[in-house]
């Protein structure tokens, strides 16, 4: 009976140690093969390869350098991680069949970039277009609009060191996929990024005939440490106080949104510089509609846009309410503030001029060639040119991507029409 358990005990071991061996044989071969892809490009070096038997296999003091610009970057350990050896098994054989793999994470300690390096300064040479997106990021500063590798340098900030971890999950009968995204650099700040979309097909190549839908985004910015060295340097370069500092800060942000055609209501405006004022959480949510159209928001109505994208506000962990806005045009000066009673009626409101009026669906036939946006009784919105009214049917052509598309809405389903030009 010793025997026994002890030839079983051995050839336990045995099977552990060849499925190390397997590990570490499939680790280095596929890092061999993509080093010699990617040798024309950059340099790949690491200094040693880590498993375990939960599913986990990782590279440690890894160095990228890129000769054609000079610099490199290092990670003191990046680390793929599935569910357990199983996931990680089938890994490989779902990305032969031209498949997504259902599950894995990707984990990096240590990495670090240098903030005076060329890839930092390549990276900030031409700022970002301006738009809604990068609205937080423009500053009032003097002559600076954007914070830039010598402003960084000026600030304190010599490397840029990362613990970030990105991962996501699969349910191909369920047609879901969960993106989730953390980054947490030190002496800047936490941003944490949620994605989920539905409709997901099993390949890649499907994806353009099929596109999937956006089922929920959030966006969180934690510990802000970042906004605070921005305002203290800014405020020192104005010769500004830094609660005199943060109202200029708010003006300049509302600025930047006037420029994309985006008025604030008052809730919001205060909720932002109470951010500034101290910048421990700020997230934003959405959970937009089945039927929102992300290529032509800018043609509804602010309240309609809410309605489609249903974002929720939270600011230091505090819910904003009522979140409002309006369209303006870019050239006409700000409107007073709205006082908190006002806020209620302007919700949703457009400005002058800008209003469309509402048709009946039995007039849609002397519509036709116009950009009209439809509202259906179950709460869809569709937009688009109206090509002709036939069979008790409107006939739509709708912009997609970089051309059009045809679709028809049954004159019974259809509860308001708006003209929009």
């Known amino acids: 009976m010793s025997k026994l358990i002890k030839w079983g005990v051995l050839a336990v071991l045995a099977i552990a140690v060849l499925i190390k061996l397997s590990l570490w044989l499939s680790v280095r071969s596929v890092m061999d093969d993509a080093a010699r892809q990617l040798s024309p490009i950059m340099d790949i070096r690491y200094g040693g390869i880590t498993s375990s038997f939960d599913g986990r296999v990782g590279l440690s003091d890894v160095v990228i350098r890129v000769p054609a ?53 390549q990276l900030y040479s031409a700022p970002a277009e301006r738009s809604l997106f990068t609205a937080m990021g423009e500053v009032a500063c003097g002559k600076i609009r954007t914070i ?39 002496d ?101 509609t089945e039927g929102m159209a992300w290529g032509g928001l800018q043609f509804f109505d602010p309240k309609d846009v809410l309605a489609m994208l249903r974002p929720v506000v939270l600011v230091n962990r505090q819910a904003v309410q009522p979140l409002g806005f309006s369209w303006v045009d870019p050239t006409s000066r700000p409107a007073r503030a709205v006082e908190a009673g006002e806020v209620e009626e302007r919700v949703g409101s457009v400005a002058a001029g800008a209003r469309t009026g509402f048709v009946s669906v039995s007039s849609l036939a002397d519509h036709v060639g116009k950009r009209l946006r439809f509202v259906t ?17 409107a006939y739509l052509r709708l912009q997609a991507g970089n051309g059009t598309a045809q679709m028809s809405l049954r004159l019974e389903k259809i509860d308001k029409v708006r003209v929009q030009f």
């Open 69 to 121: 610009m000079g610099d490199s970057l290092q990670v003191d350990h990046a680390e793929l991680k599935f569910e357990g050896l199983g996931e990680l098994l089938r890994f490989k054989e779902r990305l032969a069949e031209g498949k997504f793999p259902e599950q894995m994470a990707v984990n990096l300690e240590g990495l670090s970039l240098n903030v005076h390096g060329p890839f930092m300064r």
């Open 148 to 186: 830039g590798a010598d402003e960084l340098l000026d600030m304190g900030y010599r490397t840029f060191e990362t613990d970030g971890q990105f991962s996501y999950w699969f349910q191909p009968g369920a047609k879901t996929l969960s993106f989730s995204l953390t980054s947490d650099t030190r």
């Open 188 to 288: 800047m700040g936490e941003l944490r990024v949620a994605l989920s979309v539905m409709n997901m097909p099993d390949n890649p190549g499907d994806l353009r005939v099929n596109p999937p839908r956006v089922q929920r985004v959030s966006v969180e910015i934690n510990d802000n440490q970042y906004q605070r060295k921005v305002q203290d340097y800014c405020a020192a370069k104005l010769g500004l106080e830094r609660e005199a500092y943060l109202k200029v800060a708010v003006e300049q942000f509302e600025k930047v949104l006037r420029s994309q055609r985006i008025a604030l209501d008052k809730p919001l405006v205060d909720a932002y510089a109470d951010y500034l004022e101290d910048p421990q959480t700020l997230r934003v949510e959405l959970e937009p």
């Open 377 to 393: 009784y179950d709460g869809m919105y569709y937009q688009g040119i109206l090509t002709r009214v036939a069979n008790n049917k």
